[in-house]
């Protein structure tokens, strides 16, 4: 089992952790054998701990399995190895009360806000559901909790916002919708898929600053999915980089984004815009094609790609190891928890 980081063992217990995940999907794209044309390792080998009051993000480019873990957590998708631990218990195991009350725990906000609501049905109406379907309150208090929820998230009047139809909101205000039902059950813990990569620019900021409310004012867990590592830095105190379903870094979020250690890593960060580092800015530039994630072979999966890569990266898939303080690196060029051999500059 991979360790957790030592900063992190004082602070508040973990809530839910997945515990070396892997999802794997038939390639074939049918039942029939005769059309089966490998397995897509989606996600392998994947461990992360979610605590509350804390947002862990989680980062990497479209495919690399972002989607995938969190699916897998939230019990869309079952694991084809591994563990998920709500409060220590092994929830792969509950069946029925429990399973359903799992359910209620975990929620997921999902990347597109009007696919995820019922058109033909008023806000209230989607927001009355959960309240009903696990009693969180009596019938009578339905539509006060309906206003609160809505309040919450920043949608007044409640009245006027409970009485209209999903194509009558805003993508930011939909959005706050789907958050307002993910919270109507009173969850410990959010998984939240891209939930501003639809939205537009100038109201991002709002929903990001709705999630640090909800951590701090109600201490939940979060799990921000996203490509986009300024958004990661602005909530997030942790941080995990996905590539290709392999976790290739992780840490506090200021410590990788300031010193990245993993090639990948290194190559996200030099393509955010950044005004004040000029066109001198020193850049890692990247190489090759993606490496297939469909029966992959031996080796790192980022060697085609990186302009580090050495021969043993392509005969051997490197472990994910602790290269120093509160960080774990997937990568050749940090073997032992002693740090690097000085072959990654960190300028």
Not at 18 to 30: C, D, I, K
Not at 94 to 115: E, H, K, L, N, T
Not at 150 to 179: D, M, N
Not at 305 to 317: N, Q
Request: aromatic share 6%; glycine share 6%; with cysteine.
């Amino acid at each position: 089992m991979v360790a957790i980081p030592t900063s992190l063992r004082n602070e508040a217990p973990v809530i839910l952790e997945a515990e070396h995940v892997s999802r794997h999907f038939s390639a074939g794209g049918s039942f029939l054998p005769w059309t089966h044309r490998g397995v897509v390792h989606a996600v392998d080998d994947v461990t992360l701990q979610l605590r509350p009051g804390r947002i862990t993000a989680l980062v990497g480019e479209s495919g690399s399995g972002k989607s995938t873990v969190a699916r897998v957590l939230a019990r869309l998708y079952p694991p084809t190895t591994g563990r998920i631990l709500f409060q220590g218990e092994n929830v792969l195991t509950w069946r029925g009360r429990r399973a359903r009350a799992y359910r209620r725990q975990v929620q997921m906000i999902f990347q597109d806000p009007f696919s995820s609501l019922n058109p033909v049905k008023r806000v209230e109406y989607v927001l009355s559901r959960p309240l009903l379907v696990h009693h969180i309150v009596p019938a009578h208090r339905v539509r006060e909790r309906v206003h609160e929820l809505l309040t919450t998230v920043g949608l007044v009047p409640a009245a006027e916002f409970a009485a209209k139809y999903p194509h009558q909101l805003s993508g930011g205000q939909r959005q706050r919708v789907a958050i307002a039902r993910a919270l109507a059950v009173e969850p410990a813990v959010l998984l939240a898929d891209e939930p501003i990569s639809m939205l537009d620019v100038s109201i991002r900021m709002g929903i990001l600053n709705l999630m640090l409310d909800l951590k701090q004012r109600m201490n939940l867990a979060f799990l921000y999915i996203t490509h986009d590592v300024a958004s990661a830095r602005y909530v997030a105190d942790e941080i995990i980089v996905m590539y290709a379903g392999h976790v290739v870094e992780r840490g506090e979020t200021l410590t990788v984004l300031r010193a990245p250690q993993h090639p990948y890593t290194r190559l996200l960060l030099s393509a955010v815009p950044n005004p004040a580092a000029g066109l001198t800015r020193q850049r890692l530039e990247g190489r090759g094609e993606v490496r297939t994630i469909v029966d992959p072979p031996p080796g790192c999966r980022f060697v085609s790609r990186c302009p580090l890569a050495e021969d043993v990266c392509a005969r051997t898939t490197p472990e994910l190891v602790e290269s120093g303080p509160d960080r774990w690196v997937r990568c050749h060029l940090y073997p032992r928890s002693t740090g690097p051999q000085g072959r990654v500059s960190h300028d």
